[in-house]
């Protein structure tokens, strides 16, 4: 098992259980966090516990309390709506602020959330390249440069042991990688469904793999032709 792994030239390390930690750019990566996904429900009359953006912000700091990086950026879908960097609850944008203020953090905008400027700190950008590598919301087909993207909120399932279990994955291939949802109310889309396949934008022979975090680092399963996955 390792932390570390190479992409589009550079090595990242799987930091948690879905981020990414860039030591040649001191850049903790993120994505889809959906921050205020219970209040926006709650405007629906569909009640969850409030706590999710105060959860998936500490989760962020006790990250950088490990890393220290110089930058966060944060890959898309950073709120749930365009509204939800306004509501967002006292003490979740004070976690924030702090955070903002210790790093350089980059917005990217997403599907969700297109309107996000960084009231809490920040700033936002539609997507930024870094050592030849984009990084942007959703993954651009026809693109041959290296590029992380987010969401389509990837997740393992397989029976292992005998049993089922599902996880948050990375999706990588030689050109493309898929970033997990970071947001503690956030679900998931299987690894094998045609979307993600789809964003992977396969040349021939090219393959995609999911890297599972696990306590000791990381797990690699590789996609074969027929949808099935082998370790």
Known sequence: MTQGFQFGGEVFEVAGEAALYWPAQDALLVSDMHLEKAS????????????????TLGDIAEL??????????????NFHDDDGEHRLA????????D???????????GNHDRAVS????????????????TLRHEAKRGDPNPEISG???PKFRQVLRGRLVKRRCFVVTPRKMIMPAFGALTGGLDVQDVAIRNACDLA??????ALVATRAGFARFTLDCAGTFAK
């Open 118 to 133: 960084g009231i809490w700190g920040g700033k936002a950008l539609e997507e930024l390249t870094l050592s030849g590598i």
């Open 40 to 55: 926006a429900f709650a405007l629906s009359g569909q009640m969850l516990p409030p706590y999710d953006s105060v959860a």
């Open 64 to 77: 950088c309390a490990k890393y220290r990086p110089a930058k966060i950026i944060s890959l898309g879908d």
């Open 99 to 109: 955070l903002a203020c210790d790093t350089e953090w980059i917005w990217i905008t």
């Open 204 to 209: 021939d022979g090219e393959m995609v793999e």
């Open 90 to 97: 006292e003490s979740a944008a004070a976690l924030l602020v």
């Open 151 to 153: 969401h389509f909120h």
